[in-house]
């Protein structure tokens, strides 16, 4: 598209009661730059996919989808712009199989219509090491298997900016490491990504950027390593095993 | 019916594991076989088959409204009766009946459309009981318009001077047609992409919506092809009865028909509404002369059924034999069939 931001977000608030999940969040991205996110339980990471996404309204501010407002806009509409997530709980169609999974994603989210939307499909399910399984009833998978599958929908549905929500979560390591050789892949095709993580060290091989997100604001932003040192980001974790990078 | 998606250097997509073939040919001789009985039974058995089609073509609406879109109402006769008035002012301005019959479905639709807008903003229970609003709201209108005959009703103009068994006949391949256009309309939609769309929202609304999914608008277009397809009913309705009565086709008995119909038959098939026509007539002929206890056992048979077997007798029987003969399902080739043991089976459990 044009030059400017991927992904543009401008003092963006939103409360639930007396919490403050994003206070006067202001974040630019542009057109393939991978950005990690790493917080605390309950930080808010959640809360900012939801309002990137559209599953939230903000109470103030503004989200712009390359130079476009979207910030009226429903889920379903920003997701045929381009902006496509994964749900940390997995959220399948448990009674329809693998392929007719990533296909609803293919036809409505990317558009498109038959053999085009089957073969976007079935390759997604190559891409995600999902193509053994194509028949399965969703039901049938197992935890990584889901994972796997939120990725290959929300691939399906042809974005150009794919925000991840603890993908790897609950993962074994090897598992984590094909997981981040597939979106190293996705990447390379110059799609845009956010990957939400409590596995830091899956994070920092792979984005350039780091951010970490407290309390609802961004308490560092910058290179991996060097936000993981700066005092304010150890002070967060102290205690945890975050600061070391460890897989838990 | 097996029709491919890709060919030639493409993964190969069919609709279906197998060949649908077999279920066409079944669908057609059944079809074709009903379609010349008035040639060769009596009448009182066509007329018996008239009410049979009348009901399974608003058990497949109704199923298609709550096992599809998720969509609970008990507000159909709404459209059960717009259908049959509408039939009733076309045949006073001339138009004959039988060809007013894909009219009133029309009508039924576009009435249909305002309402929507006001219903689909509702949740579940909310959304029920405004179907059943929306139904004595449409039966107050009527009974208050003289011109409809109000309260007493009126009997329906352009069929005097017709031959009572070529009537009869015409009746019965009209409700033969409305229940064919019914099952072969439900089909279709959801073999389409919007069939695919509806089984999304149905396993999990957030995620369907998540990649693209108009959730609302979905639900609309079901909504408003279960209201052609009530109005369609009422149409034959009215034609088999001869007279238009505001009670006869704005009771909420009907609803309780199409629901029982549907739950024991079985919800989320295009089966389960067939069989569950069959059943309840089965019931309905050795139970009629027994008063009270026809009601009792109905109600049993519902309440049992909901309990032990809430995916109903096709479920039961599909589970079983691993049949479907209306596949709407997609098969990728080349790929392994999912891993054996309990559980969901061979074929995409979609339809
Ligand atoms: N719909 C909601 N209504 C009320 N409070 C909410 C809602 N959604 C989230 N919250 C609260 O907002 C805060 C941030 O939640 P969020 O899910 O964004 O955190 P998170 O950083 O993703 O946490 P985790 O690491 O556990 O996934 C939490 O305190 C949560 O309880
Ligand atoms: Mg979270």
Request: glycine share 12%; with cysteine; hydrophobic share 50%.
């Amino acid at each position: 598209m044009s030059s400017g931001p991927l992904l543009e977000l401008a003092s963006v608030t939103k409360r639930f009661g007396s919490i403050v999940v994003a206070d006067s969040l202001s974040l630019i991205l542009r057109g393939g730059d991978a950005v990690g996110i790493v917080g605390p339980n309950g930080a808010g990471k959640t809360s900012l996919f939801a309002l990137i996404s559209g599953d939230l309204s903000p109470n103030s501010g503004e989200v712009r989808f390359e130079g476009r407002p979207v910030t009226r806009l429903d889920p379903a509409a920003r997701c045929r712009l381009g902006i496509a997530r994964t749900y940390q709980v997995p959220r399948s169609f448990e009674h329809m199989t693998v392929f007719e999974n990533v296909l609803v994603a293919a036809h409505r989210g990317a558009g498109l219509r038959g053999g085009e939307a089957t073969d976007l499909a079935a390759s997604v399910l190559e891409e995600t090491h999902l193509h053994e399984e194509a028949n399965w009833p969703a039901s049938r998978l197992s935890l990584l298997q889901r994972k796997r599958l939120e990725l290959a929908r929300a691939l399906g549905t042809g974005p150009r900016l794919l925000l991840l929500d603890e993908v790897a979560a609950g993962l074994t390591e090897p598992e984590v490491a094909g997981l981040v050789q597939v979106v190293e892949g996705i990447r390379a095709r110059g799609i845009g990504v956010i990957w939400v993580e409590h596995v830091v060290r899956a994070l920092v091989g792979l984005v350039d950027r780091l951010i970490c997100l407290a309390g609802g604001r961004f308490i560092g932003d910058g290179e991996p390593l060097a936000v993981l040192a700066t005092p304010a980001v150890k002070e967060v974790f102290l205690g945890t095993s975050y600061g070391e990078g460890n897989s838990s | 019916m097996t029709d491919t998606a890709a060919v030639g250097g493409r993964q190969r997509v069919t609709r279906s594991r197998r060949s649908a073939a077999w279920g066409a040919l079944v669908g057609v001789v059944v079809v074709a076989i009903l379609f010349s009985l008035p040639y060769l039974v009596y009448a009182n058995v066509t007329g018996v088959l008239v009410n049979l089609f009348i009901l399974v073509s608003l058990a497949t609406m109704w199923n298609l409204l709550a096992g599809y879109a998720g969509l609970i109402s008990v507000g159909q006769q709404a459209y059960i009766g717009v259908g049959a008035y509408a039939v009733f002012v076309l045949a006073g301005d001339g138009i004959s009946p039988f060809l007013a019959i894909p009219l009133a479905a029309l009508i039924s639709a576009l009435v249909g459309l305002p309402a929507s807008f006001l219903l689909l903003r509702l949740r579940r229970e909310y959304f029920a009981i405004a179907t059943w609003v929306v139904a004595e709201a449409f039966q107050l209108v009527v009974v208050r318009s003289n011109s409809l005959g109000a309260g007493a009703g009126a009997p329906l103009p352009g069929m005097v001077g017709l031959d009572p068994a070529l009537r009869q006949a015409f009746t019965y391949w009209a409700a033969l047609a409305v229940a064919v256009a019914a099952l072969l309309g439900t089909y279709l939609l959801l073999r389409s992409r919007l069939g695919l769309d509806l089984t999304a929202v149905r396993d999990n609304e957030v995620g369907a919506r998540s990649v693209g999914v108009r959730v609302v608008r979905a639900k609309r277009i079901v909504y408003l092809v279960a209201a052609a397809g009530a109005g369609a009913a009422g149409a034959v309705l009215v034609i088999s009865q001869l007279f238009v009565q505001p009670t006869a086709v704005f009771t909420v008995q009907w609803s309780a028909y199409m629901i029982f119909v549907a739950l024991i038959g079985g919800l989320g098939s295009i089966e389960g509404p067939i069989v569950g026509t069959v059943i309840f007539f089965l019931l309905q002929q050795t139970l009629a002369d027994r008063g009270a206890w026809y009601l009792i056992v109905l109600g049993a048979v519902a309440v049992l059924m909901a309990m032990w077997v809430p995916r109903g007798l096709w479920g039961l029987i599909s589970d079983r034999f691993g049949i479907r003969l209306f596949p709407v399902g997609y098969w990728l080739h080349g790929m392994n069939p999912p891993a054996t043991g309990p559980g969901p089976k061979t074929e995409s459990p979609q339809a």
